[in-house]
C-alpha cells in the first residue's frame, strides 16, 4: 500500500481513522505530548507548579483489599488483655457484624536510628524506616470497596470524578512525550477497575494507560503497539495527513477537546512503537536487578515502576493483584505472612534502587489501601473493612523519614490524635509536588471543581 499524500478531498475521513487506528487504537488511552504541545491542542495550560516542588513523580504502592494495621505498623498491646471482649471504643459499624478484639500473633521490633516499631513480618522493609513516614491516623468515610476505592483514588465516592493522577497530569503535564505520564501496572482487574484512573471531565489525554503485566513480554503486555504493515516514514506521512483534516475540521467546527485527545494519543502511541517496549522490558535488566526485587506479579511491578519513573513517567500505580487479595475476611492470619512475604523484598529493593539511583530524593512513594480492617474478628478467624482508623506511609518526595504520625486508639479503631482524612492526604501529595490543592481547579458544570473537593489540609507536619 503506497504511502497516503495530501489528497484529503479523495479520502474518506472515518475509513482514514479506521486504518491508522490498527496498531496505534489499543493505545488510545496512552495520553501526553509535552506541556507546549498539550496547550495549543487543547487550551490547557500547564503553568508548572504553583511553587517549588519536593517531589517530581509519585509511586503508589496500593494494597487492594486493605491491609490490617494492627500486624504491621501500629502494634496495640491492649489487645493481648482485653482479647474476646469488645468494650466501648471497639464497638463501631462497620461493613459487617464482628466478634471480640482479636490480638495480632505477629511480634514487632524496634527498626532503624528512629526505632519505629515495624511487624516481623516486614524484616527487609524495616531496614528502611528511617526513610519512611507512618500515617497512623489514616481515616475515610465509607467501608465498602467500591466507595473507598474511588475515595483513595478519585477523591470522593462519587464515581464521575478524575483520578488523582489525571489531576497530577492536568496540573503538571508530563516529563516523557514517548510514554504515557500516568500508568497503571495491575495483574488482572480490581474492584470498581478503570474508573479508578478515568480522567472524568478532564480532557481525556489526562486518563491512566491500563497495564496488565500477568506477562511480563513486552508484546503482550503492549499488544498491537507496533504497526506490521507499515513503516515508520509511512505511518509518519499518515499521522501528519491527518493533522491537516483535523486543523480544516476545528476550523470549520472549533475546538473539540474528545478530537484533540484521540490525535494526541495516536501520536503518543506512534513514538511510543519505538520506546516503549525498551522501557517495558525486564529483560534488560541484570540478573543481580532481578534477584534484588525476587519473582512474582508485585516483584515485576515494582521493578517496572522504577523503570517508568526514570524515564519521566509522572504517576505509576502499582497494585498487588486481581480482585482484592488484602480482604481477609476470614483466615485472616494465615493469609497475612503469605501476602507479606510478596510486598516486602520488592519494595524494600525498590526502595534501596531508588535512592542509589538519586531518584528517591524526588520520587514520592505512598504505600497503603482503601482502608484497614478492625481489631475485632469476624467469623472468629477473619477481619472486617475498618475505615474509622488505619495505617499508610509514604517515603521520599519532600517527607520527613524515620517518623510516625497520628494516633489510633488503644485498640486501634479509630483515628484519635492528628487525624488524617483521605483529603488530607491528597492535599499533602499535591503539595509536595508543587501543586496548590485549592488553586488546581476545572470548570465543569458551573463549578470549580478539585481533587479535594471542598476540604482537605496540607500536613505540613510530616514534610521535611
Known amino acids: 500500500m503506497k504511502p497516503l499524500q495530501s489528497h ?3 479520502i474518506d475521513r472515518r475509513r482514514l481513522l479506521s486504518q491508522l487506528g490498527g496498531g496505534l487504537g489499543m493505545l488510545a488511552a496512552a495520553n501526553v505530548l509535552s506541556s507546549s504541545q498539550a496547550s495549543a491542542a487543547t487550551g490547557v495550560a500547564f503553568d508548572g507548579p504553583h511553587f517549588p516542588a519536593k517531589a517530581k513523580r509519585v509511586i503508589h504502592l496500593f494494597m487492594n483489599g486493605g491491609p490490617y494495621q494492627g500486624d504491621l505498623f501500629d502494634p496495640k498491646p491492649a489487645l493481648e488483655k482485653f482479647a474476646g471482649t469488645k468494650p466501648e471504643g471497639a464497638d463501631l459499624v462497620t461493613e459487617r457484624p464482628t466478634g471480640g478484639l482479636l490480638p495480632s ?3 514487632f521490633h524496634r527498626r532503624g536510628e528512629s526505632g519505629l516499631p515495624v511487624s516481623e513480618l516486614l524484616p527487609k522493609l524495616g531496614r528502611h524506616i528511617d526513610d519512611i513516614c507512618v500515617l497512623n491516623s489514616m481515616h475515610a468515610d465509607n467501608p465498602n470497596h467500591g466507595p473507598a476505592l474511588l475515595q483513595m483514588n478519585n477523591g470522593t465516592i462519587i464515581p464521575t470524578r478524575p483520578s488523582m493522577g489525571a489531576w497530577f497530569l492536568y496540573g503538571l503535564g508530563s516529563e516523557n512525550q514517548n510514554l504515557p505520564g500516568y500508568i497503571v501496572l495491575c495483574p488482572g482487574r480490581p474492584v470498581r477497575f478503570s474508573i479508578l484512573w478515568n480522567s472524568a471531565f478532564l480532557p481525556s489525554k489526562f486518563q491512566g494507560t491500563y497495564i496488565n503485566h500477568s ?3 513486552p508484546e503482550e503486555m503492549l499488544p498491537h503497539l507496533k504497526n506490521s504493515r507499515w513503516d515508520h516514514a509511512t505511518q509518519r506521512d499518515q499521522l501528519d495527513l491527518l493533522a491537516e483534516l483535523n486543523t480544516a475540521h476545528l476550523a470549520e467546527r472549533g475546538a473539540d477537546s474528545t478530537l484533540n485527545a484521540r490525535v494526541e494519543a495516536m501520536e503518543t502511541a506512534f513514538r511510543m512503537q519505538f520506546e516503549a517496549h525498551e522501557a517495558f522490558d525486564l529483560n534488560r535488566e541484570t540478573q543481580a536487578a532481578r534477584d534484588a526485587y525476587g519473582e512474582g506479579h508485585f516483584a515485576n511491578g515494582c521493578l517496572l515502576a522504577r523503570r517508568m ?11 498487588y493483584g486481581n480482585g482484592q487479595p488484602w480482604d481477609t475476611h476470614s483466615g485472616h492470619n494465615d493469609k497475612v505472612p503469605k501476602l507479606c512475604k510478596n510486598i516486602d523484598q520488592p519494595i524494600a529493593a525498590l526502595l534501596t534502587d531508588l535512592k542509589q539511583r538519586g531518584l528517591l530524593e524526588d520520587t514520592l512513594v505512598v504505600w497503603g489501601g482503601e482502608f484497614g480492617r478492625t481489631p475485632v474478628s469476624e467469623n ?7 475505615h474509622h482508623g488505619f495505617t499508610m506511609w509514604m517515603a521520599g518526595g519532600g517527607v520527613k523519614g524515620g517518623m510516625s504520625y497520628g494516633e489510633t486508639d ?6 484519635m490524635v492528628d487525624k488524617m482524612h483521605v483529603h488530607d492526604l491528597h492535599a499533602t501529595i499535591l503539595h509536595l509536588l508543587g501543586l496548590d490543592h485549592e488553586r488546581l481547579t476545572y470548570r465543569h ?3 470549580d471543581f478539585r481533587l479535594t473537593d471542598v476540604y482537605g489540609r496540607v500536613v505540613k507536619e510530616i514534610i521535611a
Open 8 to 10: 484529503a478531498s479523495a
Open 105 to 107: 500473633p505477629f511480634k
Open 215 to 217: 506477562t511480563v513480554q
Open 309 to 319: 519513573v526514570e524515564r519521566g513517567v509522572r504517576f505509576v500505580q502499582v497494585y
Open 380 to 386: 472468629g478467624n477473619g477481619r472486617d473493612h475498618n
Open 410 to 415: 488503644e485498640f486501634g479503631f479509630k483515628a
Open 445 to 447: 458544570a458551573g463549578r
